[in-house]
């Protein structure tokens, strides 16, 4: 009821093939962002976008790529997986940054 | 830059206990936000509260409540009477205002309430 959702929910993967995780919200939000969880780290800002296009980096973003053709969808690329990158991935949406953020379920991914 | 820590990694209580989370942050804004998370076991983040800078007023909701001291950067949780299902990893998180709308999170406290 969120309107955000996440796809794939798991996906295992081999070392050195690309992967595209995929974010889909239907609350208009301007902002959405990519993080990453690992124990001991919390969550971290892999990329986020502030507008259809227009996107940047967080502290964790080498490795992955970003985009954002449609003010729905938020799409992280992993262009060559590798096992360090093996994490659940959460997608957020913002309307107003700095309000309230609202998170999708997760994707847990492991590469092998 | 910015930055939330949260000291605590796990803590273990038993039920009906009072528990309080610690979170300090750091941050050069005079403008910023406040965040307490929840995530249950099932994996879901849950938001519980948001705070401004220019609110430290506490709160109370139900058995949860909030400090919010400026004057130690810091923006504690307090869990009363704690039950079994308030055990979670719950995250304290910042968001700044020249930081643009990115939200930084700590490490998070795994809490375990024992019956």
């Known amino acids: 009821d969120a309107g955000i959702t996440q796809s794939p929910r798991h996906k295992v993967t081999e070392t050195g093939t690309p992967v595209t995780l995929r974010c889909h919200q239907t609350?208009?939000?301007?902002?959405m962002y990519w993080y990453r969880q690992d124990p001991g780290h919390g969550l971290r800002l892999i990329h986020y976008?502030?507008?259809?296009?227009?996107?940047d980096k967080g502290e964790v973003s080498d490795g992955y790529s970003v985009s954002r053709s449609k003010t729905e969808d938020f799409l992280l690329t992993l262009e060559s997986a590798t096992s360090s990158q093996t994490s659940v991935y959460f997608c957020?949406?913002?309307?107003?940054?700095?309000?309230?953020?609202?998170f999708g379920s997760g994707t847990r991914l492991t590469v092998v | 830059a910015q930055k939330v820590t949260q000291a605590q990694t796990e803590i273990s209580v038993v039920e009906k206990e009072d528990v309080t989370l610690d979170c300090v942050y750091e941050?050069?804004?005079?403008?910023?936000?406040l965040f307490w998370y929840k995530q249950p076991p099932s994996g879901e983040l849950v938001f519980l509260i948001r705070?401004?800078?220019?609110?430290?007023q506490n709160e109370i909701s139900g058995r949860y409540s909030w400090n919010f001291q400026k004057s130690t950067s810091s923006f504690n949780f307090t869990i009363t009477a704690s039950q079994v299902v308030d055990s979670a990893v719950y995250f304290c998180?910042?968001?700044?205002?020249?930081?643009?709308?990115?939200?930084?999170f700590g490490e998070g406290t795994q809490l375990t309430v024992n019956p």
């Open positions: 609350e208009n939000h301007r902002y």
């Open positions: 941050t050069r804004d005079t403008t910023y936000y």
């Open positions: 976008s502030y507008g259809v296009k227009d996107t």
């Open positions: 998180a910042l968001s700044a205002e020249t930081s643009g709308s990115r939200l930084t």
């Open positions: 957020a949406i913002s309307s107003t940054g700095n309000y309230g953020y609202t």
């Open positions: 705070r401004n800078s220019f609110d430290e």
